[in-house]
């Protein structure tokens, strides 16, 4: 017997694909990685609108609840202007809230986020919870008197209190060693560590990160 396809299959077929494409389910996720100080924040703004990814950037979230003047924003505010992390269950609650609310994205670029192992394991079930993965994550690497020399530049710009004062951010480079760099091993472990050169243009950087993500998407 010969096999007809209707046109009305056809159409169900391309629907079904549609469907799966624009679905939350075929997100493709990044993690932005590297010390304070090292572009992650003006290289997810460029990526993010280069790939349609939903930035997300825990440090801006809370800044934004400064700025509104929210009860949390002022508990957290002591704690940032010290340069030391907020407890994990805030920044984790922030973030589920918004992976819930984005739509029709390529996935997402974490910035900021995870910045303890605990912040890690938790993101990890919070997209294993709704079929998806850290696909990969993306290490900016820059030396230390680089990383300082661009945090006192960006003080003068941001007027953020946390790049004024050169002990906080000496404080804020400790704690990255201390309680984010682990992260890496974890993601190394799971074959999604990739190292990228984080010194030189801008538009250089940019185009290293890009051929990382192109790979991927
Ligand atoms: P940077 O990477 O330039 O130091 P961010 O804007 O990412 O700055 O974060 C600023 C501050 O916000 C951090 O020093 C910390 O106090 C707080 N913060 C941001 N993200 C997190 C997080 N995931 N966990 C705990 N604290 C965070």
Known sequence: MALTIA???????????????????????????????????????????????SHLST?????????????????????????????DEVVIEMIASRIDSTRDRTGFLFDGFPRTVAQTVALEKMLNDRKMKIDSMLVLDVDHDELVKRLVARAELSGRPDDKDPSVIENRIDVYKEKTEPIINYCRERGIYQPVNGVGSIDDIFRRLSKYIKKLI
């Open 59 to 87: 440090g801006d979230m809370l800044r934004a609840e400064i700025a509104a003047g929210t009860e949390l924003g002022k508990r957290m505010s002591s704690i940032m202007s010290k340069g030391e992390l907020v407890p």
């Open 7 to 53: 046109a009305s299959d056809v159409i169900c077929v391309q629907y079904i694909h549609w469907y799966v494409k624009s679905n939350i389910f075929s997100m493709v996720n990044f993690l932005i990685f590297g010390p304070p100080g090292s572009g992650k924040g003006t290289q997810s703004v460029k990526l993010a609108e280069k790939f349609n990814l």
